[in-house]
């Protein structure tokens, strides 16, 4: 039976306080979902250790908001060194004021890691883009590639770009690691966070599928190619 990557961490409550306290620290974006898909993109403001409140940040008159806080399910998701880091956000409250708005939650009783990756994930040696076809009416945008696995892809959004929300999913996009590596894949947008200084934009993880088999084998020759080279260095 495969592990399941994803693990409790802790249900330590100073471990869980710290986590949470170094990603309010950093200023690491987290990812509020819905089962109803509704997303939005936050950070930590405070642990209140006192009343056991996390507050979130939140931005008044987004309509989105009011739509989370009346979900019945809504789920925390954010990285931190590297590390994805999730938990459900319970009685999730959306506190409008003037010039600011705040989110609360209880605080997690458990957080939840993926603590290792079941596929090798390599940054492409040379150039690479994926071409996609985002807004209505469509246009192409080209897209840097930040890392790519057998099953899921990262890049990089220029700003000024179209935001892409967590869950949007993107018809056939067009990737290119190298001339020799060159194929279309379905995406699903599960993350989106800030680059890390000095790039800018965002950071747009996302799954693939619909991969043809000839495709993989490309792929899979390219990985381990890419992964034989950091070896030998």
């Known amino acids: ?21 170094r990603m309010a620290e950093q200023g690491e974006i987290l990812s509020l979902s819905s ?9 930590i403001d405070q642990v209140d250790r006192g009343r056991r409140l996390l507050w979130l940040r939140g931005a008044e008159g987004d309509e989105r908001l009011q739509q989370l806080v009346q979900s019945r399910e809504v789920v925390a998701v954010g990285y931190l060194d590297h590390v994805k880091i999730q938990f459900p956000a319970l009685n999730l409250l959306w506190l409008p004021g003037p ?8 605080l997690p009783l458990h957080i939840y890691r993926f603590q290792r990756r079941l596929h090798a994930r390599v940054r492409p040696p040379g150039p690479a883009v994926a071409r996609v076809r ?3 009416p469509a246009h192409e945008f080209e897209l840097e590639v930040i890392d790519v696995s057998m099953t899921g892809i990262g890049l990089r959004l220029a700003p000024g770009g179209p935001l892409l929300e967590v869950g949007a999913q993107v018809g056939r996009a067009s990737i290119s690691l190298e001339p020799a ?8 947008v ?14 747009v993880g996302c799954t693939m599928s619909g991969v043809g088999e000839e495709a993989l084998q ?14 030998a260095g």
């Open 1 to 21: 039976m495969k592990a399941n990557p994803l693990l409790p961490l802790s249900p330590e409550p100073v471990e869980i306080l710290t986590l949470l306290g």
């Open 35 to 43: 089962e109803d898909g509704v997303s939005y993109l936050s950070a």
């Open 99 to 106: 010039g600011r708005s705040q989110l609360s939650c209880l």
């Open 134 to 136: 985002l807004g209505a």
């Open 181 to 188: 590596t060159t194929f279309e894949a379905n995406l699903k």
């Open 190 to 203: 599960m993350h989106v966070t800030p680059c890390r200084p000095p790039r800018s934009g965002y950071h």
């Open 218 to 231: 490309a792929l899979q020759r390219f990985i381990g190619k890419v992964q034989a080279r950091l070896g």
